[in-house]
């Protein structure tokens, strides 16, 4: 059974840091570009931040809104992807959750004619004094 499980939210006060994990099972993470999105009650969900596989390069992109403050980063070995997020405002308030996507291709020696598209429940996050 494919499954991205979050974890790390919680509630924390205006400039502190929280790391978020996304742990997958029943499939691997080494052909997915992995991304983090956040959803604000009230608000359209929002792309937060994308590392790519290998063939990638495992290159990074970010929202504007949390350049310089967010990091992603994966651990194929551990199935897992984080999000470091430092200086948090209470704009980062939202329901994080965790994607894995990638297109049709060939992966580990076979033809996969699917688009993957896998997503997390999410984990809460609020930024409030």
């Known amino acids: 059974q494919v499954q991205l499980v979050e974890s790390g939210g919680g509630l924390v006060q205006p400039g502190g840091s929280l790391r978020l994990s996304c742990a997958a099972s029943g499939f691997t993470i080494s052909y997915y570009a992995m991304s983090w999105y956040r959803q604000a009650p009230g608000k359209e969900r929002e792309l937060v931040a994308t590392i790519t596989s290998a063939g990638g390069g495992f290159s990074t992109n970010y929202a504007e809104s949390v350049k310089g403050r967010f990091t992603i980063s994966r651990d194929n070995a551990k199935n897992t992807v984080y999000l470091q997020m430092n200086s948090l405002k209470p704009e980062d308030t939202a329901v994080y959750h965790c994607?894995?996507?990638?297109?049709?291709?060939?992966?580990?020696?076979?033809?996969?004619?699917?688009?993957?598209?896998?997503w997390g429940q999410g984990t809460q996050v609020t930024v409030s004094s």
């Open positions: 994607n894995a996507a990638r297109g049709s291709g060939y992966y580990g020696g076979s033809y996969d004619f699917a688009r993957r598209d896998y």
